[in-house]
């Protein structure tokens, strides 16, 4: 009695300690200790800058120059020059440079979103799949203590010579069976459990509990934006980006070099200055750099309408199989209920009273557990399509 009573006390003292996770709670962990989080914000700044460094001036150039010079027989002495030079890009041309690089960072940061989102809804897949396995572990359990309790039942029963020894053996049999299935449900609900803690950056501590009392209910019919909005801004921002290059390459002058320079001769001082202006119309640089830029803008447009053909259709097919695995569901729910209190209450009487054998009570209780396991299966492949289908379409916190 007192090791009950201690024992009682320890699961109390462990539920006092506990640590509770909600599926938000798991998501907030991750955003901030995950690696990935940080990763796109270290290569967000990493572009910045990158881009700063690309479209900041050219330094100034400084070049010197020596000769020890000797024109005639009685005049000799060194001569030198300094001078410095600096190529200098006309107002805007900077600034046009570093929007076309910053639009095209946005656009490749919001496809990086996309993938954070994929990693969220996986996430909370997997949250959804250890609650799953957690409610079979303990529906099988159960089903395997009500076993056992009939299993002792049925030994006392064969002392007393009301069963055969064959009946027992194959109850037995069963039995250990059972046992086996139950040990690796536990394993996989603990396999589950560990991937969620080290996906979603949990410290690994048994006081560490899921909730899963905040699990997505099972519909048929489901909420997600169509917009797409993430892919459209992405798109929009390309768009912007080319758009500013035929700017950027419609200059009739991009840039002027300048230099200015002191020459020191035996008997001359000379200062000069002067400017380069680059003839932009005697190459075909600048009209095939705008060349590029309408392929490109072209190009953008056609792969973007192909991938939103290649959404619609993948939506339009995970919603369906949605709704196929919500239907299955529903009507699995109503086999185990009537199976449940129905049909497998008659069972249990029959084979109590001994009108049916111990294998035609096996199988009735094969056939129940394979409709709760058909039920997990579909609800597994249900999450598993719904947190897809938040992903392809780009839709964030929906229940």
């Known amino acids: 009695m007192k090791l009950r009573y201690m024992m009682y006390a320890l699961l109390l003292m462990q539920g006092l300690y506990a640590s509770t996770y909600t599926l938000d709670r798991v998501l907030e962990s991750t955003k901030k200790h995950g690696v990935l989080t940080k990763a796109q914000y270290y290569e967000r700044l990493s572009l910045e800058a990158k881009n700063r460094a690309d479209t900041a001036g050219d330094p100034f150039s400084l070049t010197a120059e020596g000769t020890h010079a000797a024109p005639h027989l009685d005049k000799s002495g060194t001569e030198y020059s300094i001078g410095l030079s600096k190529k200098i890009m006309m107002p805007g041309v900077l600034s046009q440079e570093q929007r076309i690089t910053q639009l095209s960072n ?93 996906l979603g950056s949990i410290p690994e501590k048994e006081t560490v509990v899921f909730s899963c009392q905040d699990m997505y209910p099972v519909r048929r019919k489901v909420d997600y934006t169509k917009s797409l ?14 758009e500013e290059t035929l700017k950027r390459y419609s200059r009739a002058i991009e840039s002027i070099d300048t230099y200015a320079q002191y020459t020191n001769e035996l008997d001359t001082e000379r200062y000069s200055i ?40 993948a939506l339009m097919e ?82």
Do not use: W
């Open 106 to 198: 946005d656009a490749y940061m919001l496809e990086k979103e996309m993938e954070l989102l994929d990693f969220e809804n996986g996430l909370k897949n997997l949250y959804h799949q250890y609650c799953l396995d957690v409610q079979n572990y303990r529906s099988f359990r159960a089903s395997y203590l009500d076993f056992v309790k009939l299993y002792k039942k049925k030994q006392k029963a064969y002392l007393y010579q009301e069963i055969s020894k064959m009946e027992l053996i194959q109850l037995e049999t069963e039995k250990n069976r059972l046992n086996a299935q139950l040990q690796a449900l536990k394993m996989q609900q603990s396999i589950s459990r560990r991937k969620l803690l080290i």
């Open 274 to 313: 002067g400017i380069s202006i680059p003839l932009n119309f005697t190459s075909r640089r600048f009209e095939e750099e705008r060349a590029a830029a309408m392929y490109k803008n072209s190009a953008l447009q056609y792969k973007f309408e192909q991938h939103m053909r290649q959404k619609q259709s």
């Open 229 to 242: 909005s993430l892919s459209k801004k992405a798109y929009k921002k390309r768009i912007q980006s080319t």
């Open 318 to 399: 995970l919603h369906s199989q949605l709704q196929s695995h919500a239907l299955m569901i529903d009507a699995l729910r109503k086999n185990e209920y009537d199976y449940t209190k129905k049909l497998f209450p008659m069972v249990q009487k029959s084979f109590d009273l001994g009108e049916i054998s111990v294998l035609e009570y096996l199988m009735n209780r094969q056939k129940l557990y394979q409709i709760r396991q058909a039920i997990y299966a579909e609800k597994e492949a249900y999450y598993t399509t719904l947190f897809r289908l938040y992903t392809i379409s780009e839709t964030k916190d929906k229940k």
